[in-house]
């Protein structure tokens, strides 16, 4: 399956916590990025005639899409029908809102355009933690948000939340994510928070301005899985829970090792067996585009059989789908029975029918298990 997926990288204001590429932006250069994607969409079509027509899932992220005025999200939609996209034939569209510019107007765009999913920044459901992780909405905000996409008929809806925030108490969590699953979204994205020195929370907690409780990570986690299962959702993804068919089809193409197209600052791609990472700045890649996007200006990975072996290993990992060591052995490797047992008797992964797939505890120590099978693959 062939994915498309294309980083906007405007946020009205960066969250403490930030570490995409992403920046507030004045009107002309939201206008400038318009033009650079047509043209860095264009030059690829041009080299690859008919790619753009083979395309099944398109996701727009960032950053935060719903920065573009109504006006600019059709001209941005009508650049990839220009090069081929056929919006009728997408199995899935998702389309990313943050719930400060998640509107009446925004909307109907994205649905004339061909927009079947939505992604909602919700993070939290309390406005102390909201504040203290520096996001821009408020809580009535984002539930007003939720509100309006929950009302369009067709449109798929799945909503971020996030755990572990400075001064989070698990009861906090709890409500939000019961509250969440029975709001009437179909998908949710929960996710740990990382706390990257180099940005403010990060600089706040290295002078003890701010605490973030680790001990509280795994107990957030699983009680969180608990209770979305209890509520009728299914995790097929480490971070990612669904009700049944609602799954992200355009992230399990990622997690497949499915092919993708990318555009903008910072996007990377999966194609012809290599994976290309774009300028992650926006001046280098506006040089970049400006140039006539030349192959070396992207960060290219030509994949060996290890790579791709290990890949395979960590991305099947991530899911509920597991490892199948058939699949293992058809890319040359095989993981030694001797440690696929140790993580079973240690009741961190099940193997049945030839497939490996973590369990409980596992999850939390997904890096470990993924580390210590690929070091000894052979
Ligand atoms: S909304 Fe997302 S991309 Fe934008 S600043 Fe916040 S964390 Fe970064």
Same mark, same amino acid.
């Given at each position: 399956m062939l994915g498309l997926y294309i980083h906007v +990288? #405007? /946020?009205?204001k960066i969250c403490d916590y930030c570490d995409f590429h992403a920046f507030p932006a004045p009107e002309w250069l939201k206008l400038e990025y318009l033009d650079l994607v047509s043209r860095e969409v264009s030059v690829f079509a041009e080299r690859h005639? =008919? &790619? #753009?027509?083979? &395309?099944e899932t398109l996701y727009v992220g960032g950053g935060? +899409?719903?920065?573009?005025t109504p006006d600019q999200m059709a001209r941005f939609f009508g650049i990839f029908s220009a090069a081929g996209l056929d919006f009728g034939r997408l199995k899935e569209a998702t389309f990313e809102f943050n719930p400060e510019s998640c509107d009446g107007e925004r909307l109907a765009v994205a649905r004339e355009c061909g927009i079947t999913r939505a992604s909602l920044g919700l993070q939290s459901l309390h406005q102390h933690l909201l504040d203290r992780v520096g996001r821009h909405h408020d809580v009535q905000t984002g539930k007003r948000a939720l509100d309006l996409l929950l009302s369009r008929k067709n449109l798929r809806v799945n909503a971020d939340l996030m755990f572990d925030l400075p001064g989070q108490t698990l009861n906090e969590l709890l409500e939000d994510v019961e509250w969440l699953a029975g709001s009437g979204v179909g998908h949710i994205s929960l996710y740990g928070l990382k706390v990257d020195p180099t940005r403010r929370l990060g600089i706040r907690v290295s002078k003890g301005l701010e605490t973030i409780d680790e001990d509280l990570y795994a107990e957030m986690y699983l009680k969180s899985v608990e209770t979305l299962e209890k509520c009728g959702f299914s995790r097929y993804e480490t971070s990612n829970f669904a009700r049944g =068919? %609602?799954?992200s089809l355009h992230n399990l193409n990622y997690w497949n090792r499915g092919e993708y197209l990318a555009f903008g600052p910072s996007a990377h791609g999966f194609y012809e067996g290599v994976r290309f990472y774009a300028p992650e700045r926006y001046a280098k890649w506006r040089e970049y585009v400006k140039n =006539? /996007?030349?192959? %070396?200006g992207l960060t290219l990975d030509s994949l060996t059989p290890e790579d791709v072996a290990a890949e395979y290993v960590q991305l099947s990992l991530r899911t509920k789908y597991g490892m199948r060591l058939q699949t293992l052995e058809n890319l040359g490797f095989r993981a030694p029975d001797a440690v696929l047992e140790k993580w079973v008797s240690e009741g961190f992964a099940e193997l049945s029918e030839g497939v490996f797939r973590l369990v409980g505890k596992g999850w939390i120590f997904m890096d470990t298990v993924v580390l210590d099978i690929y070091s000894k693959m052979e």
């Open positions: +990288p #405007f /946020c009205a005639p =008919g &790619v #753009f027509s083979r &395309v935060t +899409p719903s920065m573009l =068919g %609602e799954e =006539g /996007c030349p192959r %070396e």
